[in-house]
């Protein structure tokens, strides 16, 4: 079993007592092992997504209403209907919300497919919601946004209907700003 194994069995509950209680003491006594540093770091960061309501990437216009209320400095890119945008955001923000304007508000979710075209990266995150709006409100964390967006070059962006067929019902083209 390797080191993350027996961490992820020993926060299931899938060790037995005395499995716990030697993996506890091996924790005691390497209070610096790299993979607890890990699970403990993706810990504290998943709880501040969860908190933030970011874990989702989609979410309703009245979720960045309310993040903006609470304090946090939002800004928001709209990027219109499909076509091609150049992207520009305060790097002093706390979120980036990417408004792309689907026009469709029969559709409650769909698959926005992204893809870095410098690094022929892709990337689909699952059931993103769309709005009654008919709008997709795309939250990110800042240091996320610029990461994506710092990456160099065009991000396309593709949504799909969420049947067999997988149709692509939209594209931007989104350039980040010099």
């Known amino acids: 079993m390797t ?12 060790m037995s007592e005395a499995e716990a209680d ?40 009245q979720h960045v ?20 945008r150049t992207v520009a955001f305060d790097s002093t923000c706390d979120f980036m919300v990417t408004k792309l304007h689907l026009g469709r508000d029969d559709l409650e979710r769909v698959d ?16 993103v919601l769309v709005d009654r709006d008919g709008i997709i409100y795309g939250l990110c964390e800042r240091p996320l946004a610029e990461l ?8 396309i962006t593709h949504v799909r209907k969420r049947d067999g067929a997988r149709d692509i019902i939209a594209t931007w083209d989104l350039t980040p700003a010099p």
């Open 3 to 14: 080191r993350l194994h027996e961490l992820d069995a020993y926060l299931t509950g899938e």
């Open 112 to 127: 926005v497919e992204i893809n870095i075209v410098a690094h022929d990266v892709q990337k689909t995150i699952k059931d």
């Open 65 to 84: 209403e309310a993040l903006a209320a609470a304090g946090h400095k939002v800004h928001i890119f709209d990027a219109g209907p499909p076509g091609q």
């Open 148 to 155: 994506a967006f710092g990456a160099g070059g065009r991000t």
């Open 22 to 61: 030697a993996f506890e003491q091996a924790l005691f006594d390497a209070p610096d092992d790299a993979d607890l540093a890990f699970f403990d770091r993706l810990a504290r960061h998943g709880a501040k997504l969860v908190e933030h309501g970011t874990w989702n990437i989609g979410v309703s216009r």
